[in-house]
């Protein structure tokens, strides 16, 4: 069956770094594009950021650009999001998607699979 695990959240102090992982099982995701998004206590999943299959192209919320990277691992299957410079804004739960289709890179609806999340709280 198809699985992506999302690891690596935690708490971080205002200004820190954290790099979360996001595995996948039961497919291959330099087929898929990946996206990360996160969503806070009664917010909507919003986009944070995702990158397409050849690793090229990245695509970027505003609230984020210049300051998160995505990394691809194909040997690991493993996409990463390198997060710096970290504020509490940025505190929600971070979910990584793969989309196989589909040109929105922001739109939830595009993806085909999802991970459970990772929690990031980001002390000030």
């Known amino acids: 069956q198809v699985q992506l695990v999302e690891s690596g959240g935690g708490f971080v102090q205002a200004g820190g770094s954290l790099r979360l992982s996001c595995a996948a099982s039961?497919?291959?995701?330099?087929?898929?594009?990946a996206g990360w998004f996160r969503q806070a206590p009664g917010k909507e999943r919003l986009f944070v950021g995702a990158v397409s299959t050849s690793g090229r192209s990245q695509y970027w919320s505003d609230s984020v650009k210049g300051r998160f990277t995505i990394l691809r691992d194909n040997a690991k299957n493993t996409v990463y999001l390198q997060m710096n410079n970290l504020t509490p804004e940025d505190t929600a739960v971070y979910y990584c998607g793969a989309r196989s289709g589909g040109s929105r890179y922001s739109w939830p609806a595009d993806y085909d699979y999802w991970g459970q999340g990772t929690q990031v709280t980001v002390d000030s």
């Open positions: 039961g497919l291959t995701f330099s087929n898929y594009a």
